[in-house]
C-alpha cells in the first residue's frame, strides 16, 4: 500500500543546531503513528515539516503523495499542534465556526459538527464561554475538536492528551480508534508509555534521528524487554557507543 505520509532524509537546522538529522520514514493508510522521544528530540520540528508549516533544511516530505512544500492538502489533513493555536478573546462557538470556516464547511455542516464535537469533548456547556475562561485541559479538548470539524483523512496530533484527565485520555483514544475504523490515518507524538502501546507504529526519535521504528510488541520481543521504555533505552545506548 502506498504510505500516505513519507519522509525522505528530511533536515532541519537552526542556526548551527541540527533539530533534525536525515529523518526517513513513512505511513501507511490507516495507521496510528506515535512518535516518542525525550524534549527536544525533534518531533514537533517533524510535525511542523509534515504540515508544510516549516520549511526543511533539506529533504522531502509528501503527504497524500502531494510534496508538502508545494502541494495543498488543506481539506484533508487536520492538525492540532503542541501550542495550542485557539482565539482566546472569542468563544468555544466562536472557535469552532472559524476553523470550520477555515476548511470550507457550509454552515449546516459547521453545526452539525460541533455539535457533535462538544458532546464528545464534554464541553457542550461552554459553548458560549470565552476561551481565555476555560482550564488548560478544556482548551486542549477543544483545540482537538477544531482539528477534527472537516473529518480529515490524515491527522497530526502533537501531544494530544497532554493535561486531559485520565477518563477523558481513555475516551480520546476510543476516539482515535473509531477514526482509524472509518480509514483516517493519525500521527501523533507523545510522552505517555501506555499511549505508545496503543499505537499499531511506534517511532522512537532522539537528537533529531528516528532512532528505531516499529510495531510495539514486535519492538518488545525482538530486544527481549518488556516495556518499551526499555527498548528506548536499548537503542538510547546503541547510539552511544
Ligand atoms: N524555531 C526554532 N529556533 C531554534 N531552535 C528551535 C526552534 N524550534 C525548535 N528548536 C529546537 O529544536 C529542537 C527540537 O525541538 P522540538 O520542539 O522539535 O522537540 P520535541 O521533540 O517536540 O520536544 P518536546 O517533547 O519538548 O515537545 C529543540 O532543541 C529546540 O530547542
Ligand atoms: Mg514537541
Redesign the pocket.
Known amino acids: 500500500m502506498e504510505p500516505v505520509i513519507k519522509a525522505e532524509e528530511v533536515s532541519?537546522h537552526?542556526?548551527s543546531?541540527v533539530?533534525?538529522n536525515a529523518v526517513s520514514f513513512s505511513v501507511a493508510p490507516g495507521e496510528v503513528y506515535g512518535?516518542l522521544?525525550?524534549?527536544?528530540?525533534?518531533?514537533?520540528?517533524?510535525?511542523?515539516i509534515l504540515n508544510g508549516i516549516?520549511k526543511p533544511t533539506a529533504g522531502k516530505a509528501y503527504v497524500l503523495g502531494k510534496d508538502v512544500a508545494t502541494g495543498k492538502n488543506r481539506e484533508k489533513v487536520g492538525y492540532m499542534p503542541?501550542e495550542t493555536a485557539l482565539y482566546l478573546d472569542n468563544t468555544v462557538h466562536e472557535n469552532l465556526l472559524l476553523f470550520g470556516e477555515i476548511y470550507g464547511l457550509d454552515k449546516g455542516t459547521i453545526l452539525k459538527r460541533e455539535k457533535e464535537l462538544l458532546d464528545f469533548i464534554n464541553l457542550s456547556k461552554w459553548k458560549n464561554s470565552m476561551v481565555a475562561n476555560l482550564s488548560g485541559g478544556m482548551r486542549h479538548r477543544l483545540s482537538l475538536a477544531c482539528a477534527l470539524m472537516h473529518e480529515p483523512e490524515i491527522l497530526f496530533l502533537?501531544?494530544p492528551t497532554v493535561g486531559v484527565d485520565p477518563e477523558l485520555r481513555v475516551s480520546f483514544w476510543e476516539y482515535f480508534y473509531k477514526l482509524r475504523k472509518k480509514g483516517t490515518t493519525i500521527l501523533l507524538?507523545t510522552?505517555y508509555m501506555d499511549e505508545a502501546e496503543r499505537c499499531t507504529m511506534v517511532g522512537l526519535?532522539r537528537n533529531?534521528k528516528l532512532i528505531a521504528e516499529g510495531k510495539p510488541d514486535k519492538l518488545r520481543t525482538e530486544i527481549g524487554v518488556n516495556t518499551l521504555e526499555e527498548v528506548f533505552l536499548h537503542y538510547a545506548r546503541g547510539m552511544e557507543k
Open positions: 532541519k537552526f542556526g543546531f533539530a533534525l512518535l522521544g525525550p524534549n527536544g528530540a525533534g518531533k514537533t520540528t517533524l510535525v511542523k516549516m503542541q502533537d501531544e507524538t510522552h526519535m533529531g
